[in-house]
């Protein structure tokens, strides 16, 4: 994650990342209801692990008494006839017990694949419902590729934790327990101690190390999400870059962020390899020291060739496991990094909550009043005071002003993206702070100036606010929004995908869109949002007529640009500097000789010259 990234989610973290805690949230998922019935094959597949780490410290013992059997064979006597048949029989057990010991792991990896991937998608889903619910500031001032690499980081780290420090470290120590009493009981706490002392050094060093290469992995995944956000940012605004002719700028960024990451990569690699090497120095180590002691106890009579080879044997399947520590660990410390930044994103609190008792709000005409409204948005000096206005229900509203006067605020306060400092906004004599967010939402539509649809099919995107809606009422809203045509000259007709943010359709054709959107929805509030402010004179015309088809019968509330769209409205708010400066009709307002009376001057007087260019 780049340190951009980084400050825009230190909200995200929530306490410090420890195993412990990471193992206490990994408990509470695999408890919860939705995962009952999974219970069974965790308990199943722990018992499998146990099972298969005592089979193989004991599978060694078997393999050392064939030897020794074999041993006695040679050297004659009563001894050598007892041993003749008995060594098949160790051999066999020998084989038999690895073979549980090697092959039960696998049916617990077949067995944990659904736990996992069934506890990997709970918790996903709750991560982005939660992100989807917060506020929209929230989302304003994040990366949307950095906030996706939180969830699957986070979800991921759910598979490492269960894989390595449930079924791998756990066991490993089980295992580890059972061997140093083995090896005490069976061959002397020397044999005993070496054992300990080995993995004890192997733990210690691949531990130290693995934290210094943790740290570098740190810097790595900033790079690796750089390296993403970048990538994603450059493609979907693919219209941006060939507009400014920026491709080969763009592929140079690319290319600086792709050398970025892989220098540190590199440096990653070769630390590894430190690693590694000085692992099978501990181990090798360790392997001769008890090799050593095996081979003096021979020699003094208290073991035999067999003891020495079982004693080999039982440390080679202890350091096995041990392969994989420093790999186990960075990811386990890893994996605690990332959950903690998982289920710090679904504890950050959010300005814009539900009260508890709030309630599904009731729409009658969609009468809506502001009462003495003030607020400031983050990072800026200025903002909306002392708003007061009404748009009785039915009734068509402008708002005016030039840019950074509020006006676009007044519609985020109605949709609620944000709560006012100061005043309320009343909806058919209902504050909106007092019903839920979704069913304020769910009566309200809007067409913003940009509409940016999904990377699906027209049919798709023009329902998406009646998912329900069949084809037919699909087809009427499109016809009503002056979209009908175009879509009867589609090959695919409503089957037809838009591309990347509707990249495939005209800037007057995704407008269209969003006016059959709007109308599909039949909201008991319009929203207009500088609907027409980047679409061409004729354009312009098409999409009005649309917009004042999807008006009829229902409050409109109209930020505009030009205003011309918005000269028949009843009421027209001239906001400047955050207050509503003037008021009232569009001949009342021209007649006060105002600030709309100069700004229409000022597009009259430019209209006509584009006129007279023409002439």
Same mark, same amino acid.
């Given at each position: ?238 219209? $941006? ?31 590894? &390899? ?120 039915? =009734? ?84 009503? &929004? ?41 909201? =008991? ?13 004729? $354009? ?9 088809? &999807? ?18 409205? *009843? ?36 209209? *006509? ?7």
């Amino acid at each position: 994650m780049s340190e951009t990234d980084s400050k825009e989610f230190e909200d995200v973290a929530s306490g410090r990342a420890t195993i412990g805690r990471s193992a206490a949230r990994l408990l509470g998922v695999l408890w919860r209801p939705d995962m009952a019935r999974w219970r069974p094959y965790l308990v199943f597949a722990l018992i499998i692990t146990i099972a298969a780490k005592a089979l193989a410290v004991v599978a060694p013992l078997f393999f050392g008494e064939g030897i020794n059997r074999l041993a006695r064979m040679e050297s004659g006597g009563e001894a050598a006839v007892a041993a003749a048949g008995g060594f098949v029989l160790f051999f066999l057990a020998f084989a038999a017990t690895r073979l549980l010991a090697n092959g039960l792991p696998y049916g617990r990896d077949a067995m944990i694949a659904g736990v996992s991937q069934d506890a990997q998608r709970v918790v996903a889903v709750d991560a982005f419902g939660y992100a989807q619910h917060l506020p929209l500031q929230f989302h304003l001032t994040r990366r949307a590729g950095a906030l996706q690499r939180i969830i699957e980081r986070g979800a991921s780290a759910l598979d490492y934790l269960l894989r390595f420090l449930a079924f791998n470290i756990a066991p490993t120590l089980v295992e580890l327990s059972l061997a140093a009493i083995v090896l005490w009981v069976q061959f002397g706490w020397r044999m005993s101690l070496a054992a300990l002392v080995t993995v004890a050094g192997y733990a210690v060093f691949t531990i130290t190390i693995t934290e210094w290469r943790t740290r570098q992995r740190r810097v790595l995944n900033r790079a690796d999400t750089e390296l993403r956000g970048r990538t994603v940012d450059s493609l979907s605004n693919a219209e $941006t870059v060939k507009s400014f002719a920026a491709e080969s700028r763009e592929t140079q960024r690319y290319d600086e962020a792709l050398r970025g990451y892989n220098s540190v990569y590199v440096r990653l690699m070769r630390s590894l &390899a430190g690693l590694n090497i000085g692992q099978e120095v501990i181990m090798t180590g360790g392997l001769l020291a008890a090799a050593l002691i095996a081979g003096y106890g021979v020699l003094d009579g208290r073991l035999e060739a067999g003891d020495a080879a079982a004693v080999v044997l039982i440390l080679t399947n202890i350091y096995r496991p041990l392969n994989i520590l420093g790999w186990a660990w960075r990811e386990i410390r890893q994996g605690v990094v990332d959950m903690e930044k998982l289920f710090g994103l679904m504890e950050v609190s959010s300005d814009v909550a539900d009260a508890p008792d709030a309630r599904a709000i009731r729409f009658d005409g969609g009468a809506v009043r502001f009462e003495d409204v003030a607020f400031l948005h983050e990072g800026r000096a200025r903002g909306l005071s002392g708003v007061s206005f009404e748009a009785p229900a039915g =009734a068509f509203i402008g708002l005016a002003g030039p840019s950074g006067a509020g006006k676009s605020t007044i519609l985020k306060l109605l949709f609620r993206f944000y709560d006012p400092a100061e005043g309320r906004i009343i909806v058919d004599g209902q504050d909106i702070r007092d019903v839920t967010q979704y069913s304020l939402r769910d009566g309200l539509g809007l067409v913003p100036q940009e509409v940016v649809l999904f990377n699906d099919t027209l049919r798709y995107n023009l329902s998406y606010g009646r998912p329900d809606a069949d084809d037919a009422e699909i087809l009427e809203a499109a016809r009503r &929004a002056q979209l009908g045509a175009f879509i009867e000259s589609l090959p695919d007709g409503l089957d037809t995908r838009v591309g990347e943010r509707g990249m495939k359709l005209s800037g007057g054709e995704k407008q269209r869109v969003g006016v059959a959107r709007a109308i599909l929805k039949d909201p =008991a509030i319009l929203v207009l949002d500088e609907a027409t402010s980047s679409l061409d004179s004729e $354009t312009e015309r098409e999409v009005q007529t649309a917009l004042a088809e &999807a008006a009829k019968g229902r409050t409109t509330i109209a930020v505009a640009h030009r205003l011309s769209t918005i000269s028949a409205a *009843d009421l027209i708010l001239v906001f400047d500097d955050g207050r509503i400066a003037e008021q009232g009709t569009h001949e009342q307002l021209l007649a006060a000789n105002g600030v709309y009376a100069q700004m229409w001057a000022r597009q009259s007087g430019a209209a *006509d010259a584009r006129v007279e260019a023409a002439e």
